[in-house]
């Protein structure tokens, strides 16, 4: 293999030209790019400087005609379609770097896994906060046992503006939470066991599309005591907001707190005296020029390492840092949180089998599918 890479892009919105972007910038080739809707194709083109490259608007076609061409794709599609959309290029033997979630159906979801198997080198998922200079130091000061034992998590996502018009979205916990959640699972390496949460409209927050609300509020237990919560919002007026609180038994992390936006993204931990422990740190958001997903200059460099560390585990042929498999407790958590929203705050119970049917029989037991299911 070469060392750049020829790249295939399906789904060309939004996330798909950030994604396009960046390793077109890291030095990588696009061979080829498609949509579903051609004036999304013609759009990229312009703005990606790909007046002359292969396009399609049909997924199976494209990875039938790329199959042996190419060394990776990335799939940036609407939700509902990251499924039906990957499938192909994983029968095509390519390798896949596919914006989360599996799909916006968590039955569509199980079947897809299922389809493709457990192999941890054949999609590498973009959730992005894996690799976050910021998160991953968070991370190493819980493993290092500086805060004692976690107690508690408190994961905030909090967006300035609504999201656009173009924009798929089954509801503000699905969509916006499986960002958080997979957060909370990576920084307690360990999953839920129970969740119950609420969603709600605030005051002057107008949407092209409906969610279910503009805010959302989602607790849940884990099996050794760690009491969580996820706090999600389109509404936060000051700019984008990511931040996350870790409270231990002898001291309290807190990441991100904001402080502008762009603006430092701060690692405190505080000792149990009230002081700063040394190995706090400050990283810097990206300061980007023109116009941006507004998500973007506090993950730029999280975007940037996971597209170089997909390419890099393809040349080793180790496995990918997120996948299938990790994603898909994502959306379990997400799910039983989108239920419990829409169920009066009604606790549901979690169960995770590494075995898939185990694992949808509990999600049916727990009423999170159907028996024939139905994730929706």
Not at 106 to 126: C, K, M, N, T, Y
Not at 169 to 181: E, K, N, T, Y
């Amino acid at each position: 293999m070469s060392n750049v890479f020829r790249y295939g892009v399906y789904g060309v919105g939004r996330i798909g030209k950030v994604h396009a972007a960046i390793v077109q910038e890291q030095g990588q080739q696009i061979v080829a790019i498609g949509d579903d809707v051609q004036a999304a194709v013609d759009a990229a083109q312009r703005e990606l400087g790909l007046p002359s490259v292969q396009t399609f608007n049909d997924a199976a076609a494209m990875a039938q005609a790329l199959a042996g061409k190419i060394d990776a794709m990335i799939i940036a599609s609407h939700t509902k379609d990251h499924a039906r959309h990957a499938l192909p290029f994983v029968q095509a033997h390519i390798p896949i770097y596919l914006e989360k979630p599996l799909t916006d159906d968590l039955s569509e979801a199980f079947a897809f896994v299922e389809a493709i198997g457990r192999d941890p080198r054949q999609i590498q998922i973009g959730l992005q906060r894996r690799y976050d200079p910021a998160l991953l130091h968070t991370k190493q000061l819980i493993q290092a046992g500086l805060i004692g034992d976690v107690r508690e998590i408190r994961c905030i996502l909090r967006d300035q503006y609504p999201p656009p018009p173009t924009y798929s979205s089954r509801g503000l916990i699905i969509d916006m939470g499986i960002h958080v959640a997979d957060e909370a699972i990576f920084l307690l390496d360990e999953f839920p066991n129970e969740v119950w949460a609420s969603v709600h409209r605030t005051k002057g927050y107008n949407s092209p599309i409906d969610e279910g609300g503009d805010t959302a509020f989602v607790t849940f237990t884990t099996a050794s005591n760690v009491l969580g919560r996820l706090d999600l919002s389109r509404t936060h007026a000051s700019g984008y907001n990511n931040e996350t609180y870790i409270i231990g038994t002898r001291g309290t992390i807190h990441t991100g707190r904001f402080a502008g936006y762009p603006g430092p993204i701060h690692v405190e931990l505080w000792q149990s005296d009230g002081t700063l422990h040394p190995e706090s740190k400050t990283f810097e958001m990206t300061y980007l020029k023109g116009d941006y997903p507004e998500f973007l200059p506090r993950f730029d460099a999280a975007y940037r390492r996971a597209h170089q560390q997909f390419r890099a585990d393809i040349e080793t042929g180790a496995s990918f840092v997120v996948t299938q498999n990790e994603v898909l407790d994502a959306q379990v958590f997400v799910e039983a949180a989108h239920r419990s929203a829409q169920h009066g705050s009604r606790r549901y119970r979690m169960q995770r089998f590494d075995d898939l049917h185990q694992y949808r029989a509990a999600c049916i037991a727990n009423g999170l599918m159907d028996e024939e299911g139905g994730g929706g």
